[in-house]
């Protein structure tokens, strides 16, 4: 029995190594990824954001709005606007899109139409780092950026109704109206906790509210500071620049990953960022370089440039210089790492126990005289 038992723990122990190989070769050695084919528009992109309900790809460009179905990669209508759209949004559960135009206002499409059906006529200020504009699906509720140029008046988010297109409320940052300079903003919700996140650099701090009640809650002081800020709701964390914070309890928990932070899969816990010539990757909860992918243009940051449908494992990026959408996918294979993972771990608890039954003594009980 002794034998048996350690055979079969020497075999599963095998087999887990070699799951280990496998994870190690996807996250140590990141699999070189390929662009699968290429969208040509005759327009420049400046921003992109995915309808993953509808599989629908939505680009920013300079007077107006492309839309491409996300599995033939035709364009499907050209929307016109009065400029270029420097920010994007999307309500998946209304079908609603919201377009930021430069120096106007944020106007909001039917996805089922494409028709223009509302505007939030919220005056935009253009940001070198874009305009940030949110929407929480669950509460129906519009964020967007609002920074001022006029002293003694707040920069803020301001909240909009998806229903009436109506302003609900204005969440100023603390401190704001009392600066001189024009500042900027950065914005990030996370509609499971309903928190609102946004970065001020007057005071190179990031300033939490609620979103039901829409009332303050805290602001955090940070060991480097970024405008932009994002949410990975898989793992609750908040990313602005290089920092990674707990969002419940916004206590630093990582820094320093590869790349700019670009977009973020919840539904696979990856992280894309990206060098200028490198798209990356990273698991969400290591921060380890999962996939890599080198690109033959200099990848701009200065808006929303990759694009992520999270149900088709495709990846869309902004090349503004060559007015291209190159196509991603992500293989399969990444989505067996964490079950590989945890049968290695089990493999070796049985091993481990195995082992300590084969080696424990048997104690014959004496016969009674």
Not at 331 to 350: D, G, Q, R
Request: aromatic share 10%; hydrophobic share 40%.
């Amino acid at each position: 029995m002794k034998k048996k038992n350690f055979s079969l723990a020497f075999v599963l122990t095998f087999l887990a190594l070699m799951m280990l190989v496998a994870f190690t070769r996807a996250t140590v050695g990141p699999l070189q990824q390929e662009i699968v084919t290429t969208i040509t528009l005759d327009k420049k992109p400046e921003c992109i954001t995915v309808n993953e309900e509808t599989n629908r790809v939505y680009v920013g460009v300079e007077d107006g709005l492309i839309v491409i179905d996300g599995e033939s990669y035709e364009v499907l209508a050209e929307i016109p606007l009065e400029a270029e759209v420097i920010g994007l949004a999307i309500n998946p559960q209304t079908n609603r899109i919201y377009a930021v135009v430069y120096g106007e206002r944020v106007v909001v499409i039917d996805g089922a139409t494409n028709q223009i059906v509302g505007e939030m006529p919220e005056v935009i200020f253009d940001s070198s780092s874009g305009i940030g504009i949110a929407v929480n699906p669950f509460t129906n509720l519009v964020y967007i950026e609002d920074r001022t140029a006029t002293m003694g008046e707040y920069d803020r988010v301001a909240v909009y109704s998806g229903e009436t297109n109506t302003l609900v409320t204005s969440l100023n940052v603390p401190g704001s109206n009392t600066h001189t300079y024009i500042e900027e903003l950065g914005l990030a919700i996370n509609p499971v906790t309903n928190r609102v996140y946004v970065t001020w650099s007057g005071t190179n701090t990031l300033h939490v509210f609620d979103g039901s009640t829409h009332e303050f809650i805290e602001t955090v002081s940070l060991s480097s500071f970024s405008e932009g800020v994002k949410v990975n709701t898989y793992t609750n964390y908040v990313y602005v620049g290089d920092v990674v914070l707990d969002g419940e309890t916004l206590v630093e928990v990582f820094s320093d990953y590869q790349g700019d932070l670009e977009a973020i899969d919840p539904v696979n816990n990856l992280l894309y960022t990206a060098t200028y010539d490198t798209l990356y990757a990273l698991n969400g909860t290591t921060h380890g370089i999962v996939l890599s992918l080198e690109l033959d243009w200099f990848f701009s940051s200065y808006s929303d440039c990759v694009g992520v449908n999270c149900e088709t494992d495709k990846v869309y990026l902004v090349d503004n210089s060559e007015n291209q959408i190159p196509v991603v996918v992500i293989p399969e294979f990444y989505t067996l790492i964490s079950t590989m993972l945890v049968l290695f771990v089990l493999a070796v608890a049985l091993f481990i126990y195995t082992r300590t039954v084969s080696e424990e003594p048997i104690h014959k009980q004496s016969s009674a005289h």
